[in-house]
């Protein structure tokens, strides 16, 4: 769909100068307990989260069937 009216300068300006860089979210390793980057593999000890279905906040390692 295409917008109703034309944005001004001025509105698509201001909506693009939110649009910067921000800084990435920081999370502690579960492993060693390091600070790393989110989605990342931790520096220190190269554990990499695993992935998954997940119900509030834990795998689900009964539905993955192993044939
Ligand atoms: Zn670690």
Same mark, same amino acid.
């Given at each position: 769909m295409l917008p109703c009216q034309r944005k001004t300068r001025s509105q698509t300006r201001r909506g693009r100068a939110n649009k910067g860089l921000r800084a990435p979210g920081f999370t502690r390793c579960p492993n060693c307990g390091s600070v790393r980057r989110h989605h990342t593999a931790c520096p220190d000890?190269?554990? @990499? +989260? +695993? !992935?998954?279905? !997940?119900?509030?906040?834990?795998?689900?390692?009964?539905? @993955?069937?192993?044939?």
């Amino acid at each position: 769909m295409l917008p109703c009216q034309r944005k001004t300068r001025s509105q698509t300006r201001r909506g693009r100068a939110n649009k910067g860089l921000r800084a990435p979210g920081f999370t502690r390793c579960p492993n060693c307990g390091s600070v790393r980057r989110h989605h990342t593999a931790c520096p220190d000890c190269l554990y @990499v +989260p +695993p !992935r998954g279905p !997940r119900q509030n906040g834990f795998i689900l390692e009964h539905l @993955v069937s192993e044939d």
